[in-house]
C-alpha cells in the first residue's frame, strides 16, 4: 500500500525523538482541456465529494474540452460530414475527437 506514489512520505520526529513516516494522500490535479490546456470549469477536483454531477458535464465531451473546443470539433466534424475539409486539414491532436464525433 505504501509503496504507491499517490501517498506523500512525511518525514516526523515524535516528542520523544523517535523518527517515523506518515502517508498522506497528494492533492488531485485540476481538471484541464485536453486541447487547450486551459481549465475545466464546473468540475470540482475535491476527493471528498461524490456524484456524478460533480465529476463531469452532462454535455458533449464534458470533463474532457471545455466548451471552446468541443464546439471547434463539432463544427469541423459537420464540414467533413458534407465535404467542405478534408480530415488532412486538421490537426492531430483535433483529428481524434473529430474521428470520435463522426463515428457517433
Partial sequence: MHRSRSLRKLDRVTPKDRH???????????????????????????????????ATNSRLFGGVLCAR???????????IEYGEMKLNDISIVERAYVLQM???
Avoid: F, M
Fill in 69 to 79: 473546443c468541443a464546439a471547434n470539433i463539432i463544427t469541423l466534424a459537420s464540414r
Fill in 20 to 54: 517515523v513516516i506518515h502517508y498522506k494522500r497528494r492533492p488531485g490535479s485540476l481538471p484541464i482541456c485536453a486541447i487547450c490546456k486551459s481549465e475545466l470549469n464546473g468540475i470540482s477536483n475535491a476527493s471528498n465529494k461524490k456524484g456524478r454531477t460533480t
Fill in 102 to 104: 463522426i463515428s457517433h
